[in-house]
């Protein structure tokens, strides 16, 4: 197992992607929703998960949601399993969350990849909604899929965490997962760790970043 070289605590989707040109080991963390949703979707048994902008963002640095969508339909199609997509609005329709995924949806397309759901972003009830076990589930939401995007653009070595109780952790145990994740992760070409609070204005966020730093530096 390698070690931390270097632990840092960074926010938003320009933070995610300068870390990422940095060389480090990338985790988002969006307590409400993003990765609280996702960690419960591993709970769940899903294959992979993975996080991606909807179709309009405003922030300062690439994205690119078609890419994470043929890379998702990759995955699935070579372990023969089907896609379920995550996204906001958390009390709309199917269809109105299916509006704001369009590219995700065109580069699932382009790779021949199966759509089962799109589902709400609400965290530890979501993967109650369908059947997750073996599925890749795809979380498009405007901030922590946002940041996910954009270290993607530069490096597919990127994360989730959160310290929410998910579908089956409660307590510490989702932040030692998140930590555990990221030890399992880490390689010796990783100049280190970063610690993305998928906003700056989720108090949330910032200190579940700062509350999985201090535990990984002391593991």
């Known amino acids: 197992m390698e ?33 609280t949703t996702l ?14 902008s909807p179709d309009f963002t405003r ?15 990759q995955l699935s199609r070579a372990r023969e399993t089907g896609i379920i997509l995550v996204a906001e609005p958390r009390a ?58 954009a270290a993607y653009t530069v490096s597919h070595r990127v994360i989730t965490g959160t310290i929410a109780r998910t579908l089956a952790q409660k307590g510490i145990e989702p932040a030692l997962s998140a930590v555990k994740r990221a030890q399992e992760q880490m390689r010796e070409d990783h100049t280190g760790i970063a610690i993305i609070a998928a906003s700056r204005n989720s108090m949330e966020d910032m200190l579940a970043a700062q509350f999985i730093a201090n535990l990984i530096s002391t593991m």
């Open 92 to 149: 709309g329709t199917e269809a109105e969350r299916m509006s704001r995924c369009q590219k995700v949806l065109k580069g699932i397309e382009k790779e021949k990849g199966m759509v089962e759901a799109i589902l709400p972003n609400i965290g530890a009830e979501t993967p109650r909604m369908a059947d997750m076990k073996n599925r890749v589930v795809v979380a498009v939401t405007d901030t922590g899929g946002v940041a996910f995007d």
């Open 59 to 73: 922030a300062p640095v690439q994205v690119n949601p078609e890419h994470i969508g043929q890379k998702a339909a």
């Open 39 to 52: 960690e419960s979707a591993l709970d769940a048994g899903a294959l992979a998960v993975m996080g991606c």
């Open 3 to 35: 070690k931390f070289k270097r632990i840092v605590i960074s926010s938003d989707a320009s933070g995610a992607y300068q870390a990422a040109r940095e060389g480090m080991l990338v985790m988002i963390v969006d307590v409400i929703d993003m990765s």
